[in-house]
C-alpha cells in the first residue's frame, strides 16, 4: 500500500497549461503502475493517462492524446501531469493512483488513491 498526495491544481485559463504532481511514499515506488483519473461533476472517474512501472509504457485517453505528458521520477517518487491547451472540458478533480502490476483503465483496479486536487478551466 502506498500513499498519494496530489499537488498542483488551480484555476486556469482556457488554452492554458498546468503541471500536476503526484508524491508517493509509504512503499516502493518502483513497484507499482500509476495513473491519473479525473472525474467531473455527475460524470464516473475516467482514466486521463498511465504509466507502467519502468516508465516504457504509457496509455492516454483520447481526450487527452497529443495535449497531456505523464511521465514518473523513481528518485524523487513523485508522477507528473503535464497538461497543455486546457479547456472547459479538462474541468475535475483529479486523482492519483496506484497499482500493482501492468497499468489499467479502470479506476476499480487501482486500489490505493490520492484526495485529489482540482482543476478548473474558465476564463
Known amino acids: 500500500q502506498v500513499h498519494l498526495a496530489e499537488s498542483g491544481g488551480g484555476l486556469v485559463q482556457p488554452g492554458g497549461s498546468l503541471t500536476l504532481s503526484c508524491e508517493v511514499s509509504g512503499d516502493t515506488f518502483l513497484r507499482y503502475s500509476m495513473g491519473w483519473f479525473r472525474q467531473a461533476p455527475g460524470h464516473d472517474r475516467e482514466l486521463v493517462a498511465a504509466?507502467?512501472?519502468?516508465?516504457?509504457?504509457?496509455r492516454y485517453a483520447d481526450s487527452a492524446k497529443d495535449r497531456f505528458t505523464i511521465s514518473r521520477d523513481s528518485g524523487k517518487n513523485t508522477m507528473s501531469l503535464q497538461m497543455t491547451n486546457l479547456g472547459p472540458d479538462d474541468t475535475a478533480i483529479y486523482y492519483c493512483a496506484a497499482r500493482r502490476g501492468a497499468t489499467s483503465s479502470i479506476a476499480e483496479e487501482y486500489p490505493d488513491w490520492g484526495q485529489g486536487t482540482q482543476v478548473t478551466v474558465s476564463s
Open positions: 504509466i507502467n512501472i519502468i516508465a516504457r509504457s504509457t
